[in-house]
């Protein structure tokens, strides 16, 4: 079937440092995609949506980036704080979402 | 807090039982979904729910299922469990049925021993 999946398992940065965090879909009819976050034990957390009729999106802090040629998108977080780390996770539908397999964001002090 | 409200938090249980996992969404949220994560599965869909009916199912078992009662709290029964189903089970609830906005409970961690 379909997937949305992603490049790098973990990415290490330093505080205050930018982030980028991509991902790769293979369903050339997605219109929609979405961000998660997860802390530890707790359950994804919403953090921005793109629509395939826009290349960018900007939120507090994110940016998302869709280039629907190659298939891909990028999370973008400036500044990043301790408070990122989490595993980042994208995902593609309305309601019944296709996940990645998520990216581990360590945020070092 | 997302105000989606799962329990049990924990539950360890053998191979061959059955256990119900209840959910209650936010407050005004009609949509309820069920999402497991595993180590080597990740994050899938299960099912959804709407205002009580059944809305989308995803690759969720035989042995599975899933209601919606009147008040919309939500409830995933699992039986014949194995020792795959070892799992954190999700409940989501959004207000409509097509968002990607989904607010997650912190999950039911299920351990088949």
């Known amino acids: 079937g379909e997937s949305v999946g992603l490049h790098l398992p973990t990415l290490s940065v330093q505080e205050g440092d930018n982030s980028i965090i991509n991902c790769a879909y293979s369903?050339?009819?997605?219109?929609?995609f979405i961000w998660y976050k997860q802390e530890s034990g707790k359950g994804p957390q919403f953090i921005i949506d793109?629509?395939?009729?826009?290349d960018k999106r900007q939120g507090q802090r994110v940016t998302v980036l869709l280039n629907k040629t190659v298939k891909h998108l990028s999370l973008q977080i400036a500044a990043t704080q301790p408070g990122d780390s989490a595993v980042y996770f994208c995902a593609e539908g309305y309601s019944t979402l296709t996940f990645g397999k998520g990216t581990m964001l360590l945020v070092s002090p | 807090d997302s105000g989606v409200t799962q329990t049990p938090k924990h539950l360890i249980t053998a191979t061959g039982q059955r256990v119900t996992l209840r959910c209650s969404p936010r407050?005004?949220?009609?949509?309820v979904y069920w999402y497991q994560q595993s180590l080597d599965q990740g994050l899938q869909f299960l099912i959804q729910?709407?205002?009580?009916?059944?809305?989308a199912k995803g690759n969720i078992l035989e042995r599975f299922s899933a209601q919606q009662f009147p008040d919309l709290h939500s409830e995933l029964n699992l039986s014949s469990l194995e020792l795959g189903d070892s799992a954190l089970y999700f409940c989501?609830?959004?207000?409509?049925?097509?968002?990607?906005?989904?607010?997650f409970g912190e999950g039911s961690r299920l351990t088949v021993l």
């Open positions: 989501a609830s959004s207000v409509g049925v097509y968002t990607g906005e989904l607010f």
């Open positions: 369903n050339s009819a997605s219109d929609y």
């Open positions: 793109i629509r395939s009729n826009m």
């Open positions: 407050s005004g949220d009609l949509s």
């Open positions: 729910y709407y205002n009580g009916e059944e809305r």
